[in-house]
């Protein structure tokens, strides 16, 4: 009888230590973060960095993930000289992101839903930025080596009100849109 609990454990420990061995780390150089964000007058996009993350991929299907952006890092890549200078300063500021009091952001999967397609999945997670954390979804395509989405956030919901029409009236063609999108490309380290 004593063999019957033993044995739970450990299959027990057998299977922790098999989904931990799932999780595989981010290549960073490999991986991106792409924004975009809208005004009445154009729009902007550049780059984030990404600190560090990881995928949990079991068989070939996606179970969960996460990653850090280093908020320090956002480049604007459709300017130059001064006015990018500017541009990536004013977006560091309290104004915007605070990275002075906020240097990372994260996102952590904790719902994955597979679509008809292989490869193809609805994903929800938390979305941290600034310190506030909303839940956000998606759809998302990833593979044993490749996870790709686009995300739709609106910056209000952290905290971003700057320009914003919904908060200030009378910003004309000042005016910045609240959404702002993040195409991610999360490569695994081989």
Known sequence: MKTIPFFG??????????????????????????WTAYKVTGSHTGSIGIKEGKIN?????????????????????????????????HLKSEDFFNVNSFPEASFEITKVSPKGTPGDY??????TIKGITKEVKFY?????????????????????????????????????????ELEVTLSINN
């Open 9 to 34: 454990l450990f299959v027990l420990v057998a299977l922790i230590s098999f989904s931990t061995a799932t999780a595989q780390n981010i290549n960073t150089k490999a991986s991106s973060v792409i």
């Open 57 to 89: 991929m079991q068989g070939g299907v996606l179970q969960g993930g996460s990653f850090i952006i280093d908020m320090g890092k956002i480049n604007c890549t459709d300017l130059q000289g001064e006015w990018k200078d500017k541009l990536e300063g």
């Open 122 to 127: 609805k994903v929800t997670g938390n979305m």
């Open 140 to 180: 998302a395509k990833a593979m044993e080596q490749r996870a790709t989405a686009k995300i739709v956030l609106d910056r209000t919901d952290f905290d971003v009100r700057y320009g914003s029409g919904s908060f200030f009236d009378s910003l004309g063609d000042k005016t910045i849109y609240d959404d702002f």
